[in-house]
T-cell receptor, first 112, second 112 residues
């Protein structure tokens, strides 16, 4: 069975500071990994994905994530956070067909 | 722009009164999904269609049904809504197995 853990429920950062959101996954084979962002009252928007190849993937809005197989992690990073980045972030893993398993999410608050 | 459109954005129904939520896509994707998302929780997959093949999640209540009359449209029917069914319902599509999912903005369902 596949699973995703996002250990941080809430994170607060100052605008302009760097950000790292943690994600650990469990899956027997090489997973497909995703990060989604959800603003209040909206659907989920895909930030980036990892299928194979280069373990550092670039996404939209200046985000990147690094796949580390040895640590079963896929952490999301951004060098300088903007106030508009405040939202909920979901890590997800896909395996065994097209079923996506989401983590419980990390709520990001940005202080001005 | 190609997209996933959910109507209505907000739906209010009475306890026990059947309700239908609709989703349409212009992406021509093979797979369409319905998720239930309650406040501060991750989306929970209810079922999905791969083309015309319906795939129900094991823990989806019988109260929830779905129809996909053609590639573009998919409906979620709740036969007898209970108070516990109040949630955001998200529709998503993907081109194929394991591919990134594209989400609509959701329908927020309230039960009186």
């Amino acid at each position: 069975a596949q699973s995703v853990t996002q250990p941080d429920i809430h994170i607060t950062v100052s605008e302009g500071a760097s950000l790292e959101l943690r994600c650990n996954y469990s899956y027997g084979a090489t997973p497909y990994l995703f990060w989604y962002v959800q603003s209040p009252g909206q659907g989920l928007q895909l930030l980036l994905k990892y299928f194979s190849g280069d373990t550092l993937v670039q996404g939209i809005k200046g985000f990147e994530a690094e796949f580390k197989r040895s640590q079963s992690s896929f952490n999301l990073r951004k060098p300088s956070v903007h106030w508009s980045d405040a939202a909920e972030y979901f890590c997800a893993v896909a395996g065994g067909g097209n079923k996506l398993t989401f983590g419980t999410g990390t709520q990001l608050k940005v202080e001005l | 722009d190609a997209m996933v459109i959910q109507n209505p954005r907000y739906q209010v129904t009475q306890f026990g009164k059947p309700v239908t939520l609709s989703c349409s896509q212009t992406l021509n994707h093979n797979v369409m999904y319905w998720y239930q998302q309650k406040s501060s929780q991750a989306p929970k997959l209810l079922f999905h269609y791969y083309d015309k093949d319906f795939n129900n999640e094991a823990d989806t209540p019988d109260n929830f049904q779905s129809r996909r009359p053609n590639t573009s449209f998919c409906f979620l029917d709740i036969r007898s809504p209970g108070l516990g069914d109040a949630a955001m319902y998200l529709c998503a599509t993907s081109r194929d197995v394991g591919q990134p999912q594209h989400f609509g903005d959701g329908t927020r369902l309230s039960i009186l």
